[in-house]
């Protein structure tokens, strides 16, 4: 998938695909790339959070920016969606380093260690989301669990994301153990540290992909599948 979207988005770059051109049809880009119909599905679904790309039903793919400026994950842009994650999660994970309670962290030891064994992207994106409602829980304050679960859409896009371009989750895995070992210490410091941290490494993965530098077209045969 990362070969094809690499090739499309370089394509757009290029001006091969001018800005309200309609890319070829999926049938036609599966025969010339050589790829699965759900391999180039994905790809598509990736330049459109990009914001290269806009999808209308029955009509097909059309060309809407010539360079990627701010992803979009749902109904949030990603430096909206980062903005407020810092001012929420971060003091959230003090408030939780100094409320949570034994169930806390007996639920978020098990999640965990159920993200850690987990190989699949989908289902691991699902507990992810998770796992940063189950810290607001911790905060016992309803209204900062109330704030996450109305980003809970975008932070499941942005986390898939991440997971698909950016290679995150064993990263990410090594990030939530630091918040979820300053929470089990009670260090209202160390769980502002590890958040801010762990805040920062999506930031820096996002700007890499965002910055990702244009890629040679493919061989002849295109792109492995």
């Not at 060309?63 to 979009?72: G, I, L, M, Q, R």
């Not at 805040?199 to 792109?223: A, K, Y």
């Amino acid at each position: 998938m990362e070969a094809v979207l690499a090739h499309l988005r370089d394509a757009i770059e290029r001006g091969d695909y001018a800005i309200g051109d309609k890319l070829p049809s999926e049938a036609e880009l599966c025969r010339t790339l050589e790829v699965s119909r759900p391999v180039l599905r994905e790809a598509l679904r990736a330049l459109q959070t990009m914001g290269l790309t806009v999808s209308r039903t029955g009509k097909g793919t059309f060309v809407v920016a010539s360079t990627v400026e701010d992803p979009t994950f749902g109904d949030y842009s990603a430096s909206d969606l980062l903005e407020v994650r810092r001012h929420v999660e971060i003091p959230v994970a003090g408030y939780a380093a100094r409320r949570r309670t034994p169930e806390n962290l007996d639920h978020l030891a098990h999640l965990l260690d159920r993200m850690e064994r987990e190989t699949d992207t989908t289902a691991w994106v699902a507990m992810d989301t998770l796992f940063h409602l189950a810290v607001a829980e911790a905060a016992q304050n309803p209204v900062f669990r109330r704030v996450i679960e109305e980003i809970r859409d975008a932070l499941a896009r942005q986390s898939a994301f991440l997971n698909e371009l950016g290679g995150r989750r064993e990263q990410s895995n090594r990030e939530h153990r630091a918040i979820v070992e300053a929470l089990i210490d009670g260090s209202e410091n160390d769980a502002v540290e590890a958040m801010a941290h762990h805040l920062d490494r999506v930031e820096t993965t996002l700007t890499d992909i965002v910055r990702s530098p244009r890629t040679d077209t493919p061989t002849e045969g295109g792109p492995e599948a």
